[in-house]
């Protein structure tokens, strides 16, 4: 966002002016790569510098032309990965490799032979010198001095029978990635766009250069290691491709196939590309964090309703929206002050006037079992008598322009500079200031947003840091711009972590990520704006995130910018609480919009959406465990449960909540109706909230009202709920749960609950966790330990079980304590609904981690 004036900064009235953003045509490295064509590289091997290993394959290639050597290296990598680096053999200045991404150096694993599914072809790294911006790059009014030349780098990849390509968030754009023109490249370039445009695929706040390629009997990934400007271009044709045949060797047979072409440019740095070769999506996604880490998992408060405001007003103002959730009978768990809570945008300051009292304040949040969630952006305003400015500048911790100064730029203090965190030491003391000795007014129940940090930097070209400013280790920002907010956020979580001692799991959410930065926390979709059009493009923008590796994520419910219209902000609300990350929010200048001011039946339906979400808690928990243990996607697209139905492969209005969960929000006002597609010809679905069996799957026209959006459950799984709600997630610690088993067309179903403290790490450091499965098989169904590991002791037990699907009317019910039959089995109440073929057992009491057994007659 850029500033009305220097000293206070307020909202534009309107979104975003793309003449502040650069098209692909602005791009020096962009034209220069465009003048070297795929297939006509410009390298030749050197054979006798061949290197054969147990995991490795090490050769130079020369540049014909001015006959710089570069040395190749192909490693295979425990998983079926297969790591590619190449790099200058004497480069004049080294080039920057990425660190602290990769949460390991990856395994290497002994091949004797290796076969992998793209052709590439090398993109020279030496530039055309005739070309322009070889040494300095001018943009509208600002110039970028390249003191150490050019050095971008490019790769080619040719997915051969593959027309589907996913991945590289975030862009505002469709799940299925569209083919690219000369112009109109991906952009992976973390900027500060308030109010993007929606179907652009120009950087916004967030990059991950992970590509995915799916076919129906394999599923394919790239992982481009570089964290500077990336453009990708993509080609999906045609080909033709000879077939093997029996017939004479003058006959051959051809057939066309698709093939898909990726171009990756990066600026700068070296190669650094990692091949997953799968097979399937799951297989990708374990790779994927087998490199970059899991999504950590999140504290329980955190997935429950988050109520924001840029901004509220003072402590009064947090107390009465505080108490109109209570009056209102909605449930929530976390109210967030922005930038305004400061002393004038002086981050870890409380406004003197405003809030006085902020322990007292979140006392009273803690005494309801709430918690708080201020903002920590990472400008720091230049001013001698505020404590963090004068340490950071005395112990050199600010990011330096060329000429070794304090880079200095204009963001909402006015005049700022920003903490280099790509200093280890840096960030080590970044982390410090959370202690509760040094952020006063700060206590346990406080948790971080961190904005504003792609970074931006108000006038200045494109909204961000200047490409020639200089980092820790003389290395310039253009080399390190995609990590910036990634170490930011790695740093907050650190401090909260150090804050509690090293036992309590930290929530920050941030709005600029890199690939890893789920292991950090949350993220959501930036600034977007209350019309029709950003609810739709919501989800596949949501989805691309969770594939690429961030389960947590969400956008901001009802839009930020502007108001929202009351079925807006309802259907945004019911999309909301079937996402992983569940935040309303909006703007200073946009009216008030708590869930509760938009008319009685508004209310109540938006109370009803909130409350789903809270029952739905127990399962949403169990997908974030799944999600940090074995890297499966909270969230994700219908071509990942069914990877060879191909009329999945471009579903993006509607998803898969876990493997259990489809949901379809209403996208469209005023809609009657909605299209649902029901993948799987062998599957069973079950209307989620009537339990109305549906048979015969395919695409199902299904009438909606206001009350609620469509979602089924999918037959063959065992989704666990609460019974009831409390006013926040830890006033429903002991409320009881109900199991919804769904039948397939085997009467079979399997499903599982994952519980813990919710708060700490006591699940990884002392394994208090329990993991239990559930199972129905051949009229009995029962609970077991899914890893015997874990030992956690609850009074909360399972009070009452649906069995979706039952084709009769059973003649009794039982139920064994410890899996024995032992003839002191006890009778259950039961009711059936022939109508509905539902069993439900009521009054059972079962330790949920007990082992028992239901046996139906």
């Known amino acids: 966002m850029e500033p009305a004036k220097e000293e206070e900064s307020s909202v534009q009235d309107e979104a975003v002016d793309k003449s502040n953003f650069k098209n692909c045509n602005h791009i020096a490295f962009y034209r220069r790569q465009k003048l070297l064509h795929p297939g006509k590289s410009l390298y030749q091997a050197l054979l006798n510098s061949v290197t054969l290993c147990n995991d490795s394959v090490k050769l130079q290639i020369i540049n014909e032309k001015n006959k710089?050597?570069?040395?190749?290296?192909?490693?295979?990598?425990?998983?079926?990965?297969?790591?590619?680096?190449?790099?200058?053999?004497?480069?004049?200045?080294?080039?920057?490799?990425?660190?602290?991404?990769?949460?390991?150096?990856?395994?290497?694993?002994?091949?004797?032979?290796?076969?992998?599914?793209?052709?590439?072809?090398?993109?020279?790294?030496?530039?055309?010198?005739?070309d322009l911006g070889l040494w300095q790059e001018e943009f509208g009014s600002f110039l970028d001095?390249?003191?150490?030349?050019?050095?971008?780098?490019?790769?080619?990849?040719?997915?051969?029978?593959?027309?589907?390509?996913?991945?590289?968030?975030?862009?505002?754009?469709?799940?299925?990635?569209?083919?690219?023109?000369?112009?109109?490249?991906?952009?992976?370039?973390?900027?500060?766009?308030?109010?993007?445009?929606?179907?652009?695929?120009?950087?916004?706040?967030?990059?991950?250069?992970?590509?995915?390629?799916?076919?129906?009997?394999?599923?394919?990934?790239?992982?481009?290691?570089?964290?500077?400007?990336?453009?990708?271009?993509?080609?999906?044709?045609?080909?033709?491709?000879?077939?093997?045949?029996?017939?004479?060797?003058?006959?051959?047979k051809q057939r066309v196939v698709p093939q898909t072409d990726v171009h990756w440019m990066s600026e700068s740095g070296i190669i650094d590309v990692f091949l997953l070769m799968g097979p399937n999506p799951f297989d990708i996604f374990k790779q994927y964090a087998q490199l970059t880490g899991t999504q950590a998992l999140p504290p329980l408060f955190s997935l429950g309703y988050h109520q924001c405001r840029w901004n509220y007003e003072d402590e009064q103002d947090v107390k009465t929206v505080d108490a109109g959730f209570d009056e209102h009978d909605i449930p929530y768990d976390v109210i967030w002050l922005d930038i305004e809570h400061t002393e004038g945008k002086r981050y870890f300051t409380w406004d003197k006037k405003k809030f006085q009292h902020p322990r007292r304040m979140q006392e009273l949040l803690m005494r309801k079992k709430r918690k708080l969630v201020v903002i920590i952006d990472p400008h720091i305003k230049v001013d001698p008598m505020y404590t963090l400015y004068s340490q950071a500048k005395k112990k050199g911790y600010f990011v330096k322009n060329r000429t070794g100064q304090d880079f200095e730029g204009i963001c909402w203090p006015g005049s700022s500079s920003y903490l280099d965190f790509t200093n280890p030491e840096v960030r080590e003391w970044y982390a410090d200031q959370f202690a509760f000795k040094s952020y006063k007014g700060s206590t346990d129940i406080l948790f971080v947003w961190n904005d504003m940090n792609e970074p931006s930097v108000f006038k200045a070209a494109e909204l961000t840091?200047?490409?020639?400013?200089?980092?820790?280790?003389?290395?310039?920002?253009?080399?390190?711009?995609?990590?910036?907010?990634?170490?930011?956020?790695?740093?907050?979580?650190?401090?909260?972590?150090?804050?509690?001692?090293?036992?309590?799991?930290?929530?920050?959410?941030?709005?600029?990520?890199?690939?890893?930065?789920?292991?950090?926390?949350?993220?959501?979709?930036?600034?977007?704006?209350?019309?029709?059009?950003?609810?739709?493009?919501?989800?596949?923008?949501?989805?691309?995130?969770?594939?690429?590796?961030?389960?947590?994520?969400?956008?901001?419910?009802?839009?930020?910018?502007?108001?929202?219209?009351?079925?807006?902000?309802?259907?945004?609300?019911?999309?909301?609480?079937?996402?992983?990350?569940?935040?309303g929010h909006a703007n200073i200048e946009s009216k008030r919009c708590e869930p509760w001011l938009f008319g009685d039946d508004n209310t109540r339906i938006i109370r009803e959406a909130i409350r789903e979400r809270y029952t739905l808690l127990p399962y949403l928990y169990s997908l974030f465990y799944r999600a940090h243990t074995t890297a499966e996607p909270v969230m994700r697209p219908l071509w990942v449960e069914f990877p060879k139905e191909q009329e999945t492969f471009g579903v993006e209005d509607e998803y898969m909540l876990g493997n259990a969960l489809l949901v379809h929000p209403v996208i469209e006002q005023e809609a009657t109706t909605v299209n649902v597609l029901l993948p799987g010809s062998d599957e069973v679905w079950y209307d989620f909230r009537r339990f109305r069996r549906l048979d015969y799957p395919g695409t199902l026209k299904i009438p909606v009202t206001l009350e609620s959006i469509p979602v089924f459950q999918r037959g063959g799984c065992v989704v666990p709920l609460k019974t009831t709600v409390g006013r926040s997630t830890e006033w429903m610690t002991d409320i009881s749960y109900e199991l919804r088993v769904a039948l397939d067309s085997k009467d079979f179903a399997v499903g599982e609950l994952y519980l813990d403290d919710g708060h700490s790490f006591q699940y990884l450091h002392k394994k208090?966790?329990?993991?239990?499965?559930?199972?129905?098989?051949?009229?009995?169904?029962?609970?077991?330990?899914?890893?015997?590991?874990?030992?956690?002791?609850t009074k909360c037990v399972v009070e009452r079980v649906l069995i979706l699907g039952v084709q009769k009317q059973p003649t009794s019910v039982t139920v064994s304590l410890h899996g024995k039959r032992d003839g002191?089995?006890?009778?259950?109440?039961?009711?059936?609904?022939?109508?509905?073929?539902?069993?439900?057992?009521?009054?059972?009491?079962?330790?949920?981690?007990?082992?028992?057994?239901?046996?139906i007659k």
């Not at 694993?109 to 790294?125: C, L, M, N, R, Y």
């Not at 390249?146 to 991945?167: M, Q, R, T, W």
């Not at 990059?207 to 990336?230: C, D, M, Q």
């Not at 001692?501 to 704006?529: C, E, H, I, M």
């Open 465 to 583: 840091m200047q490409r020639d400013a200089v980092h820790h280790g003389n290395w310039e920002h253009r080399e390190v711009h995609n990590l910036y907010g990634f170490y930011q956020q790695m740093a907050t979580a650190e401090g909260l972590i150090k804050r509690s001692g090293g036992q309590k799991r930290p929530f920050v959410l941030t709005r600029s990520f890199f690939a890893g930065s789920q292991k950090y926390g949350a993220v959501w979709t930036g600034d977007n704006v209350a019309e029709w059009s950003y609810l739709k493009i919501s989800i596949p923008m949501l989805l691309t995130i969770s594939i690429a590796g961030i389960s947590f994520c969400g956008a901001d419910v009802g839009g930020f910018i502007g108001d929202p219209e009351p079925e807006l902000l309802v259907r945004w609300y019911q999309a909301g609480a079937y996402q992983p990350f569940f935040r």
């Open 824 to 855: 002191k089995d006890k009778e259950v109440v039961f009711t059936y609904d022939a109508k509905s073929s539902m069993l439900t057992l009521e009054k059972l009491l079962l330790n949920v981690g007990a082992d028992w057994e239901i046996h």
């Open 145 to 252: 001095i390249k003191a150490n030349g050019p050095s971008s780098i490019g790769l080619d990849f040719s997915l051969h029978g593959c027309e589907h390509v996913y991945g590289i968030p975030e862009h505002a754009e469709t799940l299925l990635l569209k083919n690219t023109s000369d112009d109109d490249a991906y952009r992976l370039f973390n900027l500060d766009v308030y109010g993007h445009k929606i179907h652009d695929k120009m950087g916004i706040y967030g990059s991950v250069p992970f590509l995915l390629a799916h076919k129906p009997n394999r599923t394919s990934g790239i992982f481009w290691l570089n964290s500077s400007e990336t453009l990708v271009e993509i080609n999906t044709k045609a080909v033709m491709e000879h077939v093997p045949s029996r017939s004479p060797p003058d006959i051959t």
């Open 768 to 793: 208090q966790f329990l993991h239990r499965k559930f199972t129905f098989h051949k009229n009995v169904f029962s609970s077991s330990c899914a890893d015997e590991i874990g030992q956690y002791h």
């Open 68 to 130: 710089v050597p570069l040395l190749v290296e192909i490693y295979a990598i425990e998983g079926n990965i297969f790591r590619l680096k190449i790099n200058e053999v004497s480069p004049l200045k080294s080039r920057y490799e990425v660190p602290d991404v990769l949460i390991k150096e990856p395994t290497t694993q002994s091949k004797t032979t290796a076969q992998k599914k793209e052709d590439t072809s090398i993109g020279s790294s030496q530039e055309n010198q005739e």
